[in-house]
């Protein structure tokens, strides 16, 4: 089973409504938002932070971009920088680099939303590959990740 039917498998289990959006091949979030036909404040792009000793994922709006230093006061960390691709490959099992859904809990990884991504009803999201995205409600995205709302994107 790959981890994108376990990630399917997993939003079954919890009786969340969702859609598989099947769209040419996409590599960054901005590009995901214009071949999927969705706005891209609706698009929840996962980066993964090194947080002093620990991975976190970070999950903002696609045209937003990370305040290292206000990230750093939400996780509780001295230092946080942007994880190198050689630290966290492993942690994401069977899904393609860079495609990583920001269900980071499934994965062992602790979760920070940005508050402007909490202002709209439903999210997408890369859904483990290049050319397959998931939308559902925040809401239920929320109730299964439980992650940490805080306030630490900038516009780009």
Known sequence: MTIAAKLKEFLDNNNVQYSVLTHPEAFTAQELAAVAHVRGKELAKSVVVKAD?????????????IDLNRLSEAVGAREVRLAHESEFGSVFPGCELGAMPPSGNLFGLEIVV?????????????????????????????????PTISDFSIAN
């Open 53 to 65: 000793d620990r991975l976190v994922l970070a999950v903002l709006p696609a045209p937003r971009k």
């Open 114 to 146: 940005d508050e402007s991504l909490t202002r709209d009803a439903e999210i997408v999201f890369h859904a483990c590959t290049h050319t397959e995205a998931i939308r559902m409600k925040y809401e239920d995205f929320q109730r299964l990740a439980k």
